[in-house]
């Protein structure tokens, strides 16, 4: 079946650089895509998300960067902090036709380091 | 306020028992969700409800089974628990599937052991 998958499970940086998060999905029908951020014992977040008519999309601190072409989605963390310690999910929803239904990645943990 | 409220936040149980978790949204959305985390922190739909009517089944034992009384709340009963059914489960809710956004908010999660 398709899928959503991340590149790298686990991200250590450094207090005040910026983050690079990947995600590849492979249902070329995906038509809105979301980045959510865990945690530890909290529900997901929601931090940004991106239209497929859209290629990038700017929020507080962070960027998501779409590439239909090669079917990647790329969340960016300037000037990373610690209280972005946590686990980082893309997920893909195929449209209102999969009845919103959202297909999540296996998630990547960001690590800060002080 | 709490957006997404689910109870209980913590669930242990034996297993063969049956058990009920609720969640309750008071954004005012028309489509709720049940997710399930497992151990390695996967997140897969279970469940959606739009408007009291069930739109997402997913593959799911029917020894689950959601029930939503009015559209602000759905709950998700678990008969006969097995060692396996031990997860997370996530509620979220959203505008419904045409509204246009679709982004959806989740509760604080229900941790589920079954020993």
């Known amino acids: 079946g398709e899928s959503v998958g991340l590149h790298l499970p686990t991200l250590s940086v450094q207090e005040g650089d910026n983050s690079i998060i990947n995600c590849a999905y492979s249902?070329?029908?995906?038509?809105?895509f979301i980045w959510y951020k865990q945690e530890s014992g909290k529900g997901p977040q929601f931090i940004i998300d991106?239209?497929?008519?859209?290629d990038k999309r700017q929020g507080q601190r962070v960027t998501v960067l779409l590439n239909k072409t090669v079917k990647h989605l790329s969340l960016q963390i300037a000037a990373t902090q610690p209280g972005d310690s946590a686990v980082y999910f893309c997920?893909?929803?195929?449209?209102?036709?999969?009845?919103?239904?959202?297909?999540f990645g296996t998630g990547t943990q960001l690590k800060v380091e002080l | 306020d709490t957006a997404v409220s689910q109870t209980p936040k913590y669930l242990v149980t034996q297993m063969g028992n049956d058990k009920s978790i609720k969640c309750e949204q008071n954004?005012?959305?028309?489509?709720m969700y049940w997710y399930k985390q497992d151990s390695k922190k996967f997140l897969k739909i279970m469940f959606s409800?739009?408007?009291?009517?069930?739109?997402i089944n997913e593959t799911v034992p029917n020894r689950f089974s959601p029930k939503s009384p009015d559209k602000a709340h759905l709950n998700l009963h678990i008969n006969s628990l097995e060692l396996g059914d031990s997860a997370v489960y996530f509620c979220?809710?959203?505008?419904?599937?045409?509204?246009?956004?679709?982004?959806?908010?989740f509760g604080p999660g229900t941790r589920l052991l079954v020993l």
């Open positions: 997920a893909e929803n195929e449209g209102t036709g999969g009845g919103n239904k959202l297909t």
């Open positions: 979220a809710s959203s505008l419904r599937p045409t509204s246009g956004s679709e982004t959806q908010y």
């Open positions: 954004l005012g959305h028309d489509t």
């Open positions: 409800y739009n408007n009291k009517e069930l739109i």
């Open positions: 249902n070329s029908a995906s038509d809105y």
């Open positions: 991106i239209r497929s008519n859209m």
